[in-house]
């Protein structure tokens, strides 16, 4: 058993400012998304131009944070919010949704193709590689903050997480989450880019590859306490990113069929 590392959750002190871990980790994802986006631009691995890519990072910014928050609200605790409204925009106090964040960006890439002209499915296969390591810093940031933490283990890697209050050694489900839909993701789907596909697999590959190792980690992950398990014993994220795994699976079947598309 492991004592969970007591980590300020402040990384930097200028004066009255202070700047998170969780905010760098922010920082951190988007700029990951530019350089490895700027790569592909490079190696004429897509016609998305260097403009293209700015706008995908200015507006994915306001997508993720809009879309993560109103996912939050809507898929976990919408009878709370619709109690109290003003308190969706207490951005400061936590309360975050992947699959929220993923709509979010789905609808700014749809926006970007139609104002662009480009396929939509064009866009999603460029952004698609750029997400992974983004996924990986924010489940970092989320261990640095001694949040989501795991359910109870008596394996020897288990932690004791001070902010669960009832000193119960849990799985460090957020390293397995940064390993699995952070590392391996992104080394399945970049592989998976890195040479010409039909239009719409690469999305594909990253829907089924992050639904499926979501849905795995959740067994090591504690549930949310107002919500606990659900239909099946299964969690909210299962149930949320088992739609991600059969809507990918039917678009790889379809993209298969299709023209294999130019880099």
């Known amino acids: 058993m492991l004592q969970f590392p007591n980590f300020d959750p ?93 709509i979010g960006v789905t609808l700014m890439m749809l926006w970007l193709a139609r104002h662009r002209g480009y396929r939509f499915l064009m866009v999603t296969d460029f952004v698609a590689p750029l997400i992974p390591l983004g996924l990986a810093t924010g489940r970092l940031g989320n261990f640095i903050n001694g949040e989501l933490w795991g359910r109870a283990s008596t394996l020897p890697w288990a932690m004791v997480f001070p902010q669960s209050g009832d000193g119960v050694a849990r799985h460090p489900s957020q390293l397995y989450q940064l390993g699995l839909e952070g590392l391996a993701l992104f080394i399945l789907v970049w592989w998976f880019a890195n040479k010409s596909r039909p239009l719409g697999q690469v999305t594909a590959v990253f829907l089924m590859g992050y639904g499926f190792f979501r849905f795995i980690a959740e067994f090591a992950r504690e549930p949310d306490n107002f919500l606990g398990l659900l239909a099946a014993g299964l969690s909210m994220g299962q149930w949320l990113s088992l739609p991600m795994i059969v809507f990918g699976a039917a678009l790889f079947i379809w993209a298969s069929k299709q023209p294999q598309t130019q880099k």
Do not use: C, N, Q
């Open 10 to 102: 402040i990384a930097i002190r200028l004066g009255p400012v202070a700047i998170h871990w969780y905010g760098l980790m922010y920082l951190t994802a988007f700029g990951s998304a530019w350089l490895l986006g700027r790569w592909r631009i490079k190696h004429h691995k897509t016609t998305l131009t260097m403009r293209d890519l700015e706008d995908i990072i200015f507006y994915g910014v306001l997508a993720v944070v809009a879309g993560g928050r109103l996912g939050y609200v809507l898929f976990y605790k919408p009878t709370y919010y619709l109690a109290h409204p003003l308190e969706i925009f207490y951005l400061w106090e936590g309360g975050m949704s992947f699959h929220g964040g993923l």
